[in-house]
């Protein structure tokens, strides 16, 4: 697979704002990578961040490194890392021991688990956003081989139709598959996730099990999170949508779920640097990892 070492083409080929994250996601899991203690290994990332997502990373660590008011900004890689593991484990129990066979990757970003991970014989792997973002993927991805079958479905997920899309890569809305909203909906306002997790849960079979990330809606507004939200809005992404009831937000949208936080059983790994505040305390920023499946009853 040939090194990039320019990122201009990326930059000039439609990569918006909130794409562009998407190469900032890369660049954690090449730094992830080349721990000694690392929780996963993706040895396409460098190359899938290029030079942009390193520069990214860097206005990112130099927010984690400035405390405010006496507390640190919240650790972005130990985060991203854990969240990884965390979806890496999932999803293979979902597909190994629970034989869903549709795994759908909302959005897909520059995500590599149908390359570097083993999945199930007959798995099919569906990887939707926007085509620059799949068109800068199959650039660095060019010689590297899936594991899966896999289908990249050029859609906008926020816009009507992609679920014709999805149906003619060959996805199957009567088998039961798995969704996974990764580093998404905290970008969007809160009437779009509500109307994309309705969209998702009518376009899925009984059996279906979703999986995402959310914060909670102090973590937008505490003063020790303003230096790395400021990051995101310079970038022309600004973090939205918090939820203090994940729970509560799924059950609406036909999902019955579960929230766990990082640093709780099953969401740790060695890794997650806080303490973990029990759900009645109040004021404190949260990161919710929410899996579970669709109702099979009002």
Same mark, same amino acid.
């Given at each position: 697979?040939?090194?990039?070492?320019?990122?201009?083409?990326?930059?000039?080929?439609?990569?918006?704002? @909130?794409? $562009?994250?998407?190469?900032?996601?890369?660049?954690?899991?090449?730094?992830?990578?080349?721990?000694?203690?690392?929780?996963?290994?993706?040895?396409?990332?460098?190359?899938?961040?290029?030079?942009?997502?390193?520069?990214?990373?860097?206005? &990112?660590?130099?927010? *984690?490194?400035?405390?405010?008011?006496?507390?640190?900004?919240?650790?972005?890689?130990?985060?991203?890392?854990?969240?990884?593991?965390?979806?890496?484990? %999932?999803?293979?129990?979902?597909?190994?021991?629970?034989?869903?066979?549709? &795994?759908?990757?909302?959005?897909?970003?520059?995500?590599?688990?149908?390359?570097?991970?083993?999945?199930?014989?007959?798995?099919?792997?569906?990887?939707?956003?926007?085509?620059?973002? #799949?068109? =800068?993927?199959?650039?660095? #991805?060019?010689?590297?081989?899936?594991?899966?079958? =896999? %289908?990249?479905?050029?859609?906008?997920?926020?816009?009507?139709?992609?679920?014709? =899309?999805?149906?003619?890569? *060959?996805?199957?809305?009567?088998?039961?598959?798995?969704?996974?909203?990764?580093?998404?909906?905290?970008? #969007?306002?809160?009437?779009?996730?509500?109307?994309?997790?309705? $969209?998702?849960?009518?376009?899925?079979?009984?059996?279906?099990?979703?999986?995402?990330?959310?914060?909670?809606?102090?973590? @937008?507004?505490?003063?020790?999170?303003?230096?790395?939200?400021?990051?995101?809005?310079?970038?022309?992404?600004?973090?939205?949508?918090? &939820?203090?009831?994940?729970?509560?937000?799924?059950?609406?949208?036909?999902?019955?779920?579960?929230?766990?936080?990082?640093?709780?059983?099953?969401? =740790?790994?060695?890794?997650?640097?806080?303490?973990?505040?029990?759900?009645?305390?109040?004021?404190?920023?949260?990161?919710?990892? &929410?899996?579970?499946?669709? $109702?099979?009853?009002?």
């Amino acid at each position: 697979m040939t090194t990039h070492q320019d990122d201009t083409a990326a930059r000039v080929a439609g990569l918006g704002p @909130l794409e $562009r994250t998407a190469l900032l996601t890369a660049a954690l899991r090449a730094a992830e990578t080349s721990r000694p203690d690392r929780l996963y290994a993706d040895p396409y990332a460098a190359d899938l961040a290029g030079t942009t997502g390193p520069a990214l990373l860097g206005e &990112v660590a130099a927010a *984690g490194a400035r405390p405010t008011d006496g507390r640190e900004v919240p650790s972005t890689p130990d985060f991203n890392a854990i969240r990884t593991r965390f979806l890496d484990e %999932h999803l293979r129990d979902l597909t190994a021991d629970d034989g869903i066979r549709q &795994v759908v990757l909302a959005p897909a970003g520059l995500d590599t688990r149908a390359w570097r991970l083993d999945w199930p014989d007959g798995t099919r792997w569906f990887e939707i956003d926007r085509p620059a973002v #799949l068109a =800068h993927k199959r650039e660095r #991805l060019a010689g590297a081989v899936p594991r899966a079958d =896999h %289908h990249a479905v050029p859609a906008d997920l926020l816009a009507p139709g992609w679920e014709d =899309h999805l149906r003619a890569a *060959g996805y199957d809305p009567g088998l039961p598959s798995v969704w996974v909203l990764e580093g998404l909906l905290y970008y #969007l306002p809160e009437a779009e996730v509500r109307r994309l997790l309705t $969209r998702i849960a009518a376009f899925s079979a009984p059996g279906s099990a979703v999986a995402a990330d959310l914060v909670n809606s102090v973590a @937008l507004t505490l003063p020790h999170m303003k230096p790395l939200l400021d990051v995101f809005a310079d970038w022309g992404a600004p973090w939205v949508f918090g &939820v203090d009831e994940p729970e509560e937000l799924l059950d609406a949208c036909g999902y019955a779920v579960r929230a766990i936080q990082p640093g709780e059983e099953g969401a =740790h790994f060695d890794r997650w640097p806080d303490p973990v505040p029990p759900r009645e305390e109040t004021g404190v920023r949260r990161v919710f990892f &929410v899996h579970g499946r669709l $109702r099979t009853a009002p």
